[in-house]
């Protein structure tokens, strides 16, 4: 199963939320759990050093698929992070990282930010294999605040997710019901705004603090379709 974790606007909490369904996903379930770094800041949030070889040089090289194996770091006796590595990430060989991912694992993605392809000028050279492991997942999970803004950029994608994590925030006027009608897709899971996940996130002790209230909302990401 593949589950990709994007947002619209940063700050939205995407990689906190990649980050807890994989370790809920690695305690629940018999079958490995690969966690796939595509923005760079997993490593600090699990407090691992950062690697100096990742997903980037493999995607530049002619490598086979199983040589990813050997960059992977272990976080839990069933969770590996594939990190990002450093550079651009090139497209050009996503279709067999696409290939590769498609195992008996739960494979969590996090994303990052997907910004329009529609303006060449809006486009970054990581753009093309976000969107497509957005658009190649079984789970395609917008991560969100109840923001006009961050909806509103939402809403002008070409594509919408299969569900919604909204991160949840006192003084929020838009309620969980304006979200799903604004983007057209259900809310999975309600995560609140807690200073017990910040104080881990920022220790980089989020594997060793673990927030159980808040991956157990998370658990529906990973159930099978």
Known sequence: MLVTCWSTKGGSGTT??????????????????LLVDLDGDLPAVFGCADSPSGLGEWLRSDLAPCSLERVLEELTPNLSLLPRGRGQLSARRADDLVEWLASDAVVVV????????DEPSDRGPDDELRWRLA???????????????????????PVRPTGVVLVSEAG???TRSDCERAIGAPVLATVAVDPDIARAVDAGMLRTRVPKGAIKVLGRLTEEL
């Open 16 to 33: 906190v939320i990649a980050a807890l369904v994989s370790l809920h996903a690695a305690q629940d379930r018999n079958r490995p759990v």
């Open 110 to 117: 996090d994303a990052g930010v997907l910004r329009s392809m």
């Open 135 to 157: 658009a190649e997942a079984d789970r395609s999970v917008l991560v969100t605040r109840a923001c006009y803004l961050a909806l509103r950029r939402t809403v002008s994608l």
């Open 172 to 174: 929020r006027a838009l």
